[in-house]
């Protein structure tokens, strides 16, 4: 059975850091392009950040350009998202979802998703 599955979420204070995982499992991420969604209560699900394997090309939402950071570590399987100087506003479930080698922006584009990792941020 090939999953993704997401991990790291937590609660934070406002201006805190975590990091949530993907890792795969019944195959190997290496071809993949990996995109990281979110969806806050009464939102529709946006795009985050998307890694591909093509070329390595990243990609940020505006409003996380210059606080999240997206990687991959073949040897584990897994990608990251290094989220920093977080705000209210990040608070919402975080999917980590995979389609074959390069990102898009089509939530129906990507063939494998992970049930979410909750992350609120709250003072």
């Known amino acids: 059975q090939l999953v993704v599955v997401e991990s790291g979420g937590g609660s934070v204070q406002p201006g805190g850091s975590l990091r949530v995982s993907c890792a795969a499992s019944?195959?190997?991420?290496?071809?993949?392009?990996i995109g990281w969604f979110r969806q806050a209560p009464g939102k529709e699900r946006e795009g985050v950040s998307c890694?591909?394997?093509?070329?390595?090309?990243?990609y940020y939402v505006e409003s996380v350009k210059g606080r999240f950071t997206i990687s991959r570590d073949n040897a584990k399987n897994t990608v990251y998202l290094q989220m920093n100087s977080l705000k209210p506003e990040d608070t919402a479930v975080y999917y980590c979802a995979a389609r074959p080698v390069w990102c898009s922006g089509v939530l129906y584009d990507y063939d494998y998703w992970g049930q979410g990792t909750q992350v609120t941020v709250s003072s």
């Open positions: 019944g195959f190997t991420l290496d071809y993949y392009a």
């Open positions: 890694i591909s394997y093509g070329d390595g090309s990243v």
